[in-house]
């Protein structure tokens, strides 16, 4: 890889200083550990460390290892942080292919509750766009329909419109009754989690007897984390993704914490094939005026392009690098 003065240009002007050490592995506390891969903050350019990830010697599970301490979640976080308003941020043909992908997806989920839902609980709810998506398919009030988020202009908007959202920061669960929900889905949230173990455990006080949860996350075993382990794999998104899962790691998580496993599904996972490619034009073979091409959030060709790639893919049996594993709780 490029030495860090070629890559870096001055809007890396933030060194994070103060960092979190882990000790053990978040899902089988072993200590052993080895070098995965390391990287920068290729895509928001909020700091000039360079992160590792470790992967456990016993269970496989891979982890950012040092990681940001909480204080400086604002930084890495920015304001502009493209999934806060991701629906102002796509271009119009391609949000409204999203909907229809998002349908297809809520609705395959909820077919496995026998198509009744009483109560909803989406992770990291963003604008809204599950919430809106439930509340049409379901027929259920909004008030019934939950969730977290740490952008306090959406929680503002979503509580108007008559949703139940709460802000993360604030232990929002706690207003949530235990054994109340039929659905919690986490769509791109567990990597971002302290710790996968805990929180899961959290989810399951607060589903009904049968409940069922959909956690839809990067795939570490996937061809284009291969290709890009190295570095540039879209998928790391250093430093805010800090836990990485395979379908053997999720699987374990899920069973250990009192699930039994309905479903395993791989999806597109366009934004990590185009993140992964713009590294490597932009920051190793220094060729901005390509990179920009494949930027997920102005590029409709190749997000095209890549959608249906893995779309066939996946439907030939391919492990993709977005996989979604739905489960039932059982005890």
């Not at 102002?88 to 509750?113: A, E, Q």
């Not at 919430?131 to 929680?155: A, D, H, Q, R, Y």
């Not at 996937?222 to 790691?249: A, E, I, Q, V």
Request: aromatic residues 14%; proline residues 3%; positive net charge.
């Amino acid at each position: 890889m490029s030495d860090l003065s070629r890559i870096m240009d001055s809007s890396f002007k933030n060194y994070l200083s103060q960092n979190k050490f882990l000790n053990n592995c978040i899902l089988c506390e072993k200590k052993e550990f080895k070098k995965y891969s390391s990287g920068y903050d290729y895509e928001l350019q909020t700091c000039s460390n360079k992160w590792e990830f470790l992967k456990c010697d016993n269970c496989g599970h891979i982890q950012l290892n040092p990681r940001p301490i909480k204080e400086n979640l604002k930084i890495i976080y920015p304001i502009n942080y493209y999934s806060y308003e991701i629906s102002k941020k796509l271009n119009y043909f391609i949000l409204r292919g999203k909907d229809i992908l998002d349908f297809l997806k809520l609705k395959s989920i909820i077919r496995f509750s026998n198509n009744y839902i009483s109560t909803y609980l989406d992770i990291g709810c963003g604008d809204g766009r599950y919430l809106n998506l439930v509340n049409k398919i379901c027929k259920i009030p909004k008030k019934e329909i939950f969730g977290t988020e740490i952008n306090l202009n959406n929680i503002e908007i979503l509580k108007k419109e008559g949703f139940s959202v709460f802000n993360e920061k604030e232990n929002s669960l706690k207003y949530i009754r235990k054994n109340s929900i039929s659905l919690i889905t986490m769509f791109h949230v567990i990597e971002h989690l302290e710790n996968p173990k805990d929180f899961i455990l959290q989810m399951k006080y607060l589903l009904e007897k049968r409940g069922i949860i959909a956690i839809e996350t990067p795939n570490v075993d996937s061809l284009d984390s291969r290709l890009f382990k190295k570095t540039y794999w879209g998928g790391y998104h250093f430093p805010r993704h800090w836990h990485l899962f395979s379908k053997k790691t999720l699987t374990k998580l899920m069973l250990d914490s009192g699930f039994e496993i309905i479903k395993v599904n791989y999806l597109p996972g366009h934004s990590f094939w185009l993140y992964s490619f713009h590294h490597l034009f932009k920051y190793e073979w220094n060729l901005p005026f390509i990179a920009k091409f494949m930027d997920p959030m102005k590029s409709k060709l190749f997000l095209i392009i890549f959608t249906l790639f893995d779309i066939v893919r996946s439907r030939l049996g391919f492990k993709t690098s977005s996989i979604m594993i739905v489960a039932r709780k059982i005890s």
